[in-house]
Structures are given as C-alpha cells and as structure tokens.
C-alpha cells in the first residue's frame, strides 16, 4: 500500500509546484514582456517501499523545473517617446546593474537626472558603444526599427539588442530581468526590430490558463482520494488479519 501513496504524494507535490506556477502566470498576464512558464515534469523510477529487490521498481513523479514560452507579445501602442517594444522572438534588451549584464523583453526605459536611458528600475540600458547618455536640451529622440537614436537628426547611439542560440541558457532573475548561466555568447539580434512608442505586453492567456488551474485543482483532488481509498483499505486489511489471528 505505501508504494500507491507514495507516488500518490509525489504527485501532489508536482501539483502544488504547478499551481504554483499558473497562478504567477495569471498574475502577470498584464506584466510588460513577461513570458509564460509552465513547470516540466518527468518520471523517476525508484525502490519499492517493500520488496526492494523486485523489479521494476516504483515510478514517482519528479518535479524538471520551469520552461518558458518566449513567444512574441501582442504590441501594445503607448505613444511614450521612451517606450520601445521588439519585434522579434527570442532577442532581448542588454542592461547592466551591479551584478553585470542582464536582458530583458520590458522597454519601459527613461532617463535618470544625467541623462543616462535606464529601466524603471535604474539599471543602465547599454547599447553598442555602452550606456546611453541623451541631452535633454536637443528634445525627444528618435528611435529608428535598427535601434538607432537620433536627437535633431543626428545619430547618437544605438541600442543593443542581442540573443542567445540556446534560450535556456537563461535564469529568470527580478525586475523583469533574465541572466546569462553559462558561457555561451550573446549575438546581435539583426532580424529583430525596435518599435518606438510601444511595449510588448505579456504572451499569457489568461482563459487557458485559468482553465489550468481547474485542471490542476481537480488532479489534486483525484489524487488525495486515491491516497485515502489506499490508507482505508489498508486499515481494513489490518483490521481483518487481527481479527483472523
């Protein structure tokens, strides 16, 4: 009987794990550049909790971490001179904080009092030759789909916008941001696409998503029913071996 409850309970805990996740995705179905993530599960084949000798042994439910859909946003126009959207699956902003470069799909930038284009948050936008420093005195820039900035018609940066070969590469860390986790290089998104005035909203559908967690809160149920039928029968079994001895 334990081995049924124990991957019964390894279950349960994949489920929570799940709620867990769908519920951060339905509470940043409105969040500027975010990604929908969805908690990958696998099977892990272990001992019996008797019999360990016979084979095969029991399967349990394991918990392979979080995968995001880097999907395109629907674009959403704000008229803001300092909001920029890309139009591009799987190219990010490059920004730098004090724990070194980061990127991130939320253009939401605007200027701190040196002029310098940052995050809503204060980490420095980086572009080809490094921070951007806009004159305030020249008026409202303009961004071109390159990602060039221009103040009275000339040129005065241009933002980075790079990617990565393999998206999983990346560690989803606070503010919106993503870190690189491994060696491997970030590339100049060419193809990708700067769209001044506009940001990219979160890729989430909050109907499907809603219609997860259903999904999940009735598995969870099933299975602690299951769990209980098993304990129960249990019981009775050694209710009636005691009353036969």
């Known amino acids: 009987m334990e081995n049924a409850a124990y991957a ?3 279950r349960q805990m994949t489920l929570r794990r799940e709620l867990d996740v769908v519920a951060n995705n339905i509470a940043n179905a409105d969040t500027t550049g975010f990604k929908v993530e969805q908690l990958l599960v696998g099977a892990e084949v272990g001992e019996r909790a008797r019999n360990a000798f016979v084979r095969p042994g029991v399967s349990f439910v394991l918990d392979n971490g979080v995968g995001r859909d880097y999907g395109q946003g629907a674009l959403e126009q704000t008229g803001r001179t300092l ?4 139009e591009g ?3 990010f902003f490059k920004v730098q904080d004090g724990a070194g470069e980061a990127y991130t799909r939320d253009g939401a930038f605007t200027l701190d009092p040196e002029g310098r284009l940052t995050t809503q948050a204060g ?5 080809d030759a490094g921070e951007i420093i806009l004159d305030r005195t020249l008026g ?9 900035i221009s103040q009275n018609g000339q040129p005065v940066g241009r933002l980075s916008v790079v990617r990565f070969a393999t998206l999983g590469v990346l560690e989803k860390g606070g503010d919106g941001l ?10 100049e998104a060419n ?9 990219e909203g979160s ?11 259903i999904e999940i809160q009735r598995a969870y149920e099933s299975v602690t029913r299951m769990i209980e039928n098993t304990n129960d029968l249990s019981r009775r079994s050694v209710e009636r071996l005691g009353r036969v001895s």
């Open 89 to 91: 699956e799987g190219a």
């Open 191 to 199: 193809d990708a696409r700067i769209r001044q005035g506009m940001l």
């Open 123 to 127: 980490q420095a936008v980086l572009g």
């Open 178 to 187: 993503y870190r690189n986790a491994s060696n491997a290089a970030a590339v």
């Open 8 to 10: 019964g309970l390894s």
């Open 83 to 86: 909001d920029f959207a890309i």
């Open 203 to 213: 890729n989430v559908n909050p109907i499907l998503e809603i219609t997860n967690l």
């Open 140 to 148: 409202e820039p303009q961004v071109g789909a390159d990602g060039t």
